[in-house]
């Protein structure tokens, strides 16, 4: 099964092949990443498509689904790289998974039981994802925390983040914090495997950004008199 993996919630964004095994949800062969440099996505995402597939001697339609983190990031990057898919989802009638950065960082932990994922939004605030590990991934919640509310919603938890600032942080707190790398794009293909073959996909009408927070643009609209 050829699947398509993109990612530009960060940034830098990236675009990748995978390979899944349709009988085994954790087997994924990452064929080939292209990374994007920020602030272009949208001149570089669908050139980039292209060219990958075109190496590899492979055309749109060998791509049986879309893998596509849609949260939590940029405003910018996340409305670029989601419009490609639906627009791709809508032309070749292939499904389309949706995973949350947040909770492919709490499954690349490896951890079991209640884990805590977390990942720095800027202006002091975290993006937190609370998960629950077992045999199944069950998400527990998923939103914009200040530093405070991050305090008293971890506590008792381990800690994944990918940010070394927020994990001293939380070291600082007495927590329990593990730093690990960004979500790859072998994590992202591998959760949105499960979910595809859980039957957990969307519409391209139906694909959603998960921003967390309001634009700068709602915020000013929302305070104006």
Same mark, same amino acid.
């Given at each position: 099964?050829?699947l398509?993996?993109?990612d530009t919630?960060?940034?830098?964004?990236?675009?990748?092949l995978?390979?899944?095994?349709?009988?085994n949800?954790n087997?994924?062969?990452?064929?080939?990443?292209?990374f994007l440099a920020?602030g272009?996505f949208?001149a570089?995402?669908?050139?980039?498509?292209?060219?990958?597939?075109d190496?590899?001697?492979?055309?749109?339609?060998d791509i049986d689904?879309f893998?596509?983190?849609?949260?939590?990031g940029?405003?910018?990057?996340?409305?670029?790289g989601?419009?490609?898919?639906?627009a791709?989802?809508?032309?070749l009638?292939?499904?389309?998974?949706?995973?949350?950065?947040l909770?492919?960082?709490?499954?690349?932990?490896?951890?079991?039981?209640k884990?805590?994922a977390?990942?720095?939004?800027?202006?002091?605030?975290?993006?937190?994802?609370a998960?629950?590990?077992?045999?199944?991934?069950?998400?527990?919640?998923e939103r914009?925390?200040?530093?405070?509310?991050?305090?008293s919603?971890?506590s008792g938890?381990?800690?994944i983040?990918?940010?070394p600032?927020?994990?001293?942080?939380a070291?600082?707190?007495?927590l329990?914090?593990?730093?690990?790398?960004r979500? !790859?794009? $072998? /994590?992202?293909?591998?959760?949105g495997l #499960?979910?595809?073959? =859980?039957?957990?996909t @969307? !519409?391209? $009408? /139906?694909l959603?950004?998960?921003?967390? #927070?309001?634009?700068? =643009?709602?915020?000013? @609209?929302?305070?104006?008199p």
């Amino acid at each position: 099964m050829l699947l398509l993996v993109t990612d530009t919630s960060g940034k830098q964004g990236s675009v990748a092949l995978a390979r899944g095994d349709e009988r085994n949800r954790n087997e994924v062969e990452v064929i080939e990443v292209a990374f994007l440099a920020g602030g272009m996505f949208s001149a570089q995402l669908v050139p980039q498509i292209a060219a990958l597939l075109d190496k590899h001697d492979l055309g749109k339609a060998d791509i049986d689904a879309f893998i596509v983190v849609s949260g939590p990031g940029s405003f910018t990057g996340l409305r670029v790289g989601l419009a490609a898919i639906k627009a791709l989802g809508e032309i070749l009638k292939k499904p389309i998974v949706a995973v949350s950065l947040l909770e492919v960082l709490a499954i690349q932990s490896r951890l079991q039981g209640k884990v805590v994922a977390l990942l720095d939004a800027g202006r002091g605030d975290a993006y937190f994802g609370a998960y629950e590990i077992g045999a199944s991934v069950r998400v527990l919640q998923e939103r914009l925390l200040s530093k405070d509310e991050f305090f008293s919603a971890a506590s008792g938890s381990t800690v994944i983040t990918a940010d070394p600032a927020w994990a001293a942080v939380a070291r600082e707190d007495g927590l329990s914090a593990i730093h690990v790398d960004r979500a !790859s794009a $072998e /994590g992202i293909a591998r959760l949105g495997l #499960r979910k595809l073959q =859980a039957g957990e996909t @969307v !519409s391209p $009408e /139906g694909l959603e950004a998960n921003y967390m #927070r309001r634009s700068d =643009a709602e915020m000013f @609209v929302k305070t104006s008199p």
